[in-house]
């Protein structure tokens, strides 16, 4: 039997999950928002950051904050063609988070050798990923897709995976999430508030960022 290098690639993506309950998923519309950002989230402990391919300025975002931000770990979201894998790679990501998953990405990720988080909302794609090495999931949209209920009936049938449920969580429900025995941390935007983004009020974001890093599975 060959040897998947998915199998390699998902123990450095474990830990990058594991560094807080929460991977905060970031939209930068300016630019000159990304290095405060960044630290504020880092500050108040999460590293790990997804920033999002939805805005013109989101690659050259996780250029800077790869090479000015010290103690953050950037990832590149919504990735949905291999070629953005490449460019994500090159401007410093050190994690790949996708909506859903193709052939091509998968074997993309591989080639590249970045850790690649790829989503699923059904047992038939969580099976598929299963067959492919992967032992970590985005599980997306989660509240859409069955939320709570539906992640812990994958549970039992499907142990070889563990998820990072994303996609209408908040700090409310994210304890429930995190008590599942499948999942390993939940990502969300709940701590980058518009209002504060816009006044630049990197201390409120810090505060709230702390609070989600304070997070425990609900008992």
């Excluded at 991977?23 to 950002?37: G, N, S, Y």
């Excluded at 999430?177 to 990502?187: K, S, W």
Aim: overall charge negative; proline content about 8%.
């Amino acid at each position: 039997m060959s040897h998947d290098p998915h199998t390699d690639l998902q123990s450095g993506l474990a830990s990058i999950l594991t560094s807080a309950p929460v991977v905060p998923v970031v939209t930068i519309e300016d630019l000159a928002d990304a290095v405060p950002l960044a630290k504020a989230l880092v500050a108040g402990g999460l590293p790990a950051i997804e920033v999002t391919l939805r805005t013109k300025v989101a690659m050259e975002a996780i250029r800077v904050i790869a090479a000015e931000v010290e103690g953050a770990i950037p990832g590149v979201g919504t990735i949905l063609e291999a070629s953005q894998l490449e460019a994500a790679q090159k401007a410093g990501a050190r994690f790949a988070v996708s909506p859903g998953a193709t052939d091509r990405l998968l074997d993309a990720s591989a080639s590249l050798n970045l850790p690649l988080l790829p989503g699923i909302a059904t047992a038939s794609e969580a099976m598929a990923l299963i067959e492919r090495g992967f032992t970590y999931a985005k599980f997306f949209p989660a509240e859409p897709a069955g939320g709570i209920p539906y992640l812990s009936a994958l549970a039992a049938p499907l142990p070889q995976l563990t998820f990072c449920p994303t996609g209408g969580v908040s700090i409310d429900s994210a304890p429930r999430y995190l008590a599942l025995p499948n999942v390993i941390c939940v990502g969300g935007s709940w701590m980058l508030k518009r209002d504060h983004i816009k006044a630049k009020d990197w201390t409120a974001i810090e505060k709230a960022s702390a609070a989600a890093s304070a997070l425990k599975p609900a008992s």
